[in-house]
């Protein structure tokens, strides 16, 4: 059973208009990533959650934002997204002291 | 913050052969360091993970090494299979377990 789940796999979505993406988890993780991967790179950090409190990188764009209302589950919002944010965006858990349990990712394409 | 290097890039081998990836890592006071696979399509999947107070870690045909004095480890993959064909990142934990990704190597399995 998906462990940390992210929904939808696939998005579609016009230049500029909004869009969430979301992430729950069945692990009671208390910290939660959100990453952008464009293709044929690593994954870059664009925020992470310990419990509710909120971190989110130096140059991370503020087109995005992000919100966790409980533990198991968190959204990732686009608020204008342009050409260059077509990515594969993973959600990833950890309870802090192991690796991080990733989700399958949702890839957003942007027309 | 951390800066990992992965080598190489790309990877071939013939099917039974062994595959090796090197990644050297920025931070002296990093001590964690997973690697990860990733099959085209789906999330990173933690296989192997090493601790900085441990030399070297073995599964199976997987086993990672690691050189603190260096700020170096290898992943180690013996009697490659197809199913091994996959981008693998090695990863290297720093403040606040946030994990820093090497750029990924593709590593092909020849039959």
């Known amino acids: 059973d998906a462990m940390v789940i992210q929904n939808p796999r696939y998005q579609v979505t016009q230049f500029g208009k909004p869009v969430t993406l979301s992430c729950s988890q069945t692990?009671?993780?208390?910290?939660m990533y959100w990453y952008q991967q464009k293709s044929s790179q690593a994954p870059k950090l664009l925020f992470h959650?310990?419990?509710?409190?909120?971190?989110n990188e130096a140059d991370t764009p503020d087109n995005f934002q992000s919100r966790r209302p409980n533990t198991s589950f968190c959204f990732l919002d686009i608020r204008s997204p342009g050409l260059g944010d077509a990515a594969m965006y993973l959600c990833?858990?950890?309870?802090?002291?192991?690796?991080?349990?990733f989700g399958s990712g949702t890839r957003l394409t942007v027309v | 913050g951390e800066n990992v290097e992965q080598h190489p890039s790309t990877l071939s081998v013939q099917e039974g052969d062994s595959a090796v990836i090197k990644c050297t890592y920025s931070?002296?006071?990093?001590?964690?360091f997973p690697w990860y696979k990733q099959e085209l399509g789906k999330g990173p999947q933690l296989i192997i993970d090493?601790?900085?107070?441990?030399g070297e870690k073995k599964d199976q045909r997987i086993a990672v090494t690691l050189n603190k004095t260096a700020k170096h480890f290898s992943l180690h993959i013996t009697e490659t299979q197809p199913e091994d064909s996959a981008v693998y990142f090695c990863?290297?934990?720093?403040?606040?377990?946030?994990?820093?990704f090497g750029k990924g190597n593709q590593v092909v399995v020849i039959p």
């Open positions: 990833a858990t950890t309870q802090g002291i192991d690796g991080y349990t």
């Open positions: 692990l009671n993780h208390n910290v």
């Open positions: 959650y310990y419990d509710k409190d909120f971190n």
């Open positions: 931070d002296s006071a990093s001590n964690y």
């Open positions: 090493i601790r900085s107070n441990v």
């Open positions: 990863a290297a934990r720093y403040g606040n377990n946030r994990l820093a």
